[in-house]
C-alpha cells in the first residue's frame, strides 16, 4: 500500500509539477475566502495559525529555491559531503520521508523560516498560489542530469541531497503544512467570517 512517506521519494518531475498545481488549486480553494482574523487565529500560543503556514512555506520555499540554484551552478567549487557516494542518497531519502504528509514527529523551523509571529499581511495564501508557477516551470525545466546534481542543504552544510530530491521534499513539506493548516480550521474554536 503506497502511503505518502513512501510516495513523495519517488515522484517524477512531471507528478512533482502536478502536486505544485495540486496543492496550489486546494490551497486557494480551503483558504483562499478567510479574513485576516481567520488567517492569524491560533488554537494556543504553541500552534501556528493559518497564515504562519503558509508564511512559513513562503520563507522556506524561497531558501531552497537558491540553494538549488546553487546546486545546479557546475562551475560552483563541491563540498566534501557533496562528493561523497551515498551521504547525498541518504539524506535526500530520510529528508523527503520525515516531511511526507501525515508524519506525527513534529520539527523546529530552522531560523530562516520561522514564521512572522502574528499580523500577516492576508495577501499570504494568494503569494503562496501565485509562488507555485515558478516552481512548476522550474521543475518541469528540470534535465535528467540536472536533477542528479547533488546541493546542499540551505540549513545544514553537512546535509546533501539531489536536486530531484530537493523538488521532492518541498512537494512533501508544502502538504505536510497545508494539511496543518486544514486542522486549524477544524478546530471548535476557529472564528466564523465576520460579515
Known amino acids: 500500500m503506497e502511503t505518502p512517506a513512501t510516495r513523495y521519494p519517488t515522484l517524477s518531475p512531471a507528478q512533482i509539477a502536478d502536486e505544485f498545481s495540486s496543492v496550489a488549486r486546494d490551497t486557494a480553494s480551503a483558504f483562499g475566502r478567510l479574513d485576516t482574523m481567520q488567517l492569524n487565529w491560533q488554537p494556543d500560543a504553541g500552534s501556528w495559525s493559518v497564515a504562519q503556514c503558509f508564511d512559513h512555506l513562503l520563507k522556506i520555499n524561497a531558501e531552497m529555491a537558491e540553494a538549488i540554484d546553487r546546486g545546479l551552478d557546475r562551475k560552483a567549487p563541491r563540498t566534501i559531503w ?94 505536510r503544512h497545508f494539511e496543518q493548516a486544514q486542522r486549524v480550521m477544524a478546530h471548535p474554536e476557529f472564528p466564523k467570517r465576520s460579515e
Open 82 to 175: 557533496q562528493q561523497l557516494p551515498l551521504w547525498p542518497r541518504f539524506f535526500g531519502w530520510m529528508l523527503v520521508t520525515s516531511q511526507a504528509p501525515g508524519g506525527k514527529q513534529k520539527y523546529k523551523a530552522p531560523a530562516p523560516a520561522v514564521p512572522a509571529s502574528s499580523n500577516i499581511a492576508p495577501d499570504v495564501v494568494e503569494r503562496f498560489v501565485s509562488s507555485q508557477d515558478t516552481g512548476i516551470a522550474k521543475v518541469r525545466a528540470l534535465s535528467d542530469a540536472d536533477g542528479r546534481q547533488i546541493m546542499v542543504s540551505p540549513f545544514a552544510a553537512q546535509i546533501t541531497y539531489s536536486v530531484l530530491d530537493a523538488y521532492r521534499l518541498i512537494a512533501g513539506h508544502q502538504r
